[in-house]
């Protein structure tokens, strides 16, 4: 049964909710995953760049790991050789493609070891099965990659000049009230210095 912040996360990462289907499959590694919902079905070729939300919780429902606290999609290079079958997130990549979102038990020692490459913590037990969830959100090529980021970083560049006016004129008025309420005149000039 899946906890509420799992049900939470899924319902984030889901991309599609209508085309949920939920046949569970087990692979030959053991890795076993369903898919929360289907995409368009286009899948990475490789060298394509997937944009994705994954999260990762304990066997208690306690969350390791959320793309979704970041803010941020992780952006991630589908490369062929290295989507291997070894029953952790690798093969797990496998079966996604752009709008899918899947649900995947690994055991926290395959997790840890082959994926994350680090030790597993104490307070995990190595045949505990860690529940994955994984939503893709694009499959772009490498150039289609390069426009999209440019893009965001225009966004982000107008974002952060608009956010800049804001809290200028916050400023102005603020200084100004200061000003008024201290009965201090000021001078001001055409970059709106105040002395």
């Known amino acids: 049964m ?26 030959d590694t053991g890795l076993t995953y369903e898919y929360a919902a289907k995409g368009s079905g286009e899948r990475p070729q490789d060298g394509d760049i997937l944009t994705m939300h994954i999260a990762y919780f304990d066997e208690n429902g306690n969350k390791l790991f959320s ?23 690798e093969e797990c990549f496998r ?55 440019a893009e965001e970083f225009q966004k982000a560049q107008a974002k952060s000049l608009a956010d800049a006016e804001v809290q200028m004129t916050s400023d102005i008025t603020e200084i100004d009230g200061f000003l008024q309420i201290e009965g201090i005149e000021a001078q001001t000039t055409e970059e709106g210095l105040r002395y």
Do not use: W
């Not at 090529?141 to 426009?147: N, S």
């Open 95 to 149: 079966y996604v493609g752009e709008g899918d979102s899947i649900v995947a038990q690994v055991t926290a020692a395959d997790l840890f070891a082959k994926s994350i490459q680090r030790p597993l913590p104490d307070t995990i037990a190595a045949e505990s099965k860690i529940t994955v969830y994984i939503g893709v959100h694009d499959v772009y090529t490498p150039e289609e990659f390069q426009a999209y980021r």
């Open 67 to 89: 793309s979704l606290d970041r803010g941020d999609l992780i952006p991630m290079s589908y490369i062929d050789s290295l989507m291997v079958a070894n029953g952790s997130l």
């Open 2 to 27: 899946l906890k509420i912040n799992q049900l939470v996360a899924l319902f984030l990462l889901s991309l599609s909710i209508g085309c949920a289907q939920n046949e569970q499959v087990t692979t």
